[in-house]
């Protein structure tokens, strides 16, 4: 069992930034991978980032040059700073896990209960 919380979230300018962070518990593997998913208002769950077990990143192209994912095994933390926020962005963002490869998000196993961002 893993458990994943997210914190970070909050109320930012169109333009600013927030750093959204994953704190992660329980069994964590050397080949882990990670992903940020959001859901906005009456939207499907889509997915933001990822990190695969080679610490290669994956980034949607709606955020890619404004948003980085990135991890710290020593904390098992997950990160997400989130730069020149858009209205847009405005979501529920949740961290995942899955201990392996990733191909889709179905494939996490792993979810965090969402941290809300509200871009103003």
């Known amino acids: 069992h893993v458990q994943l919380v997210e914190s970070g979230g909050g109320s930012v300018q169109a333009g600013g930034s927030l750093r959204l962070s994953c704190a992660a518990s329980g069994y964590i593997g050397g080949g882990t991978s990670y992903g940020w998913f959001r859901q906005g208002p009456g939207k499907d769950r889509e997915g933001v980032a990822a990190?695969?077990?080679?610490?290669?990143?994956f980034c949607a192209d709606s955020v890619k040059g404004r948003f980085t994912i990135s991890r710290d095994n020593a904390k098992n933390t997950l990160y997400l700073q989130m730069n020149n926020l858009k209205s847009t962005d405005a979501a529920v963002y949740y961290c995942?896990?899955?201990?392996?490869?990733?191909?889709?998000?179905?494939?996490?196993?792993?979810w965090g209960r969402g941290t809300q961002v509200t871009v103003s």
């Open positions: 995942a896990a899955e201990l392996g490869e990733i191909t889709s998000q179905a494939d996490f196993a792993y």
């Open positions: 990190i695969d077990i080679r610490g290669t990143t």
